[in-house]
T-cell receptor, first 115, second 114 residues
Framework: NAGVTQTPKFRVLKTGQSMTLLCAQDMNHEYMYWYRQDPGMGLRLIHY???????AKGEVPDGYNVSRLKKQNFLLGLESAAPSQTSVYFCASSYRWGETNEKLFFGSGTQLSVL | QQQVKQSPQSLIVQKGGISIINCAYENTAFDYFPWYQQFPGKGPALLIA?????SEKKEGRFTISFNKSAKQFSLHIMDSQPGDSATYFC?????????????FGQGTILTVHP
């Protein structure tokens, strides 16, 4: 099993450009999440999904949109990138929370720079 | 919104020493407190977790100590090894129905010198 796979691994954007980050998991997990990691701020939840076709806002959703058209995929979109969105983005997935394994499985991250 | 405050920001320990990282939280309603370990270039991975019905949980060299009255929990790494050098994050449920939403601490960069 590959686990959680994120593409691309690195990307440089100019202010105002758009892009989509792709997350795929092969563990049949119900829940998926997008976090961003910034120095000294830990990881902050952007959006999450509790099942195919569902999405919800996390702590820092502004400037991002998400879609979960298939259970195994969770897409994060930036419609008009800003320098403040320079960060490392992590996708994670998990089983239904409250079941035996309360554990987030993280991908290896996407480093995004917005100039 | 649950907040988690982690300290110290960085920690340097000699091989064989004890590493201690602390976290404080605000809301006593939640029942799950994990620690995640992150190596450079990798995503975080669950290291150990505790529920507040116990005061301590040990897995190998890693121990979580939980103080419910003080709203604090800490990670102890015994016999620290250079391979333990990583960033460590404490976390707690983010509020409301959890759905696995976690609020993470700011992170502690641990360096273990040989």
């Amino acid at each position: 099993n590959a686990g959680v796979t994120q593409t691309p691994k690195f990307r440089v954007l100019k202010t105002g450009q758009s892009m989509t980050l792709l997350c795929a998991q092969d563990m049949n997990h119900e829940y998926m999440y997008w976090y961003r990691q910034d120095p000294g701020m830990g990881l902050r939840l952007i959006h999450y999904s509790v099942g195919e076709g569902t999405t919800a806002k996390g702590e820092v959703p502004d400037g991002y949109n998400v879609s979960r058209l298939k259970k195994q995929n969770f897409l994060l979109g930036l419609e008009s990138a800003a320098p403040s969105q320079t960060s490392v983005y992590f996708c994670a997935s998990s089983y239904r929370w409250g079941e035996t394994n309360e554990k987030l499985f993280f991908g290896s991250g996407t480093q995004l720079s917005v100039l | 919104q649950q907040q988690v405050k982690q300290s110290p920001q960085s920690l340097i320990v000699q091989k064989g020493g004890i590493s201690i990282i602390n976290c404080a939280y605000e809301n006593t309603a939640f029942d799950y407190f994990p620690w995640y370990q992150q190596f450079p270039g990798k995503g975080p991975a669950l290291l150990i977790a505790i529920r507040p019905d116990v005061s301590e949980k040990k897995e190998g060299r890693f121990t979580i100590s939980f103080n419910k009255s003080a709203k604090q929990f800490s990670l102890h790494i015994m016999d620290s090894q250079p391979g333990d050098s990583a960033t460590y994050f404490c976390a707690a449920p983010a509020g409301g129905t959890s759905y696995g939403k976690l609020t993470f601490g700011q992170g502690t960069i641990l360096t273990v010198h040989p």
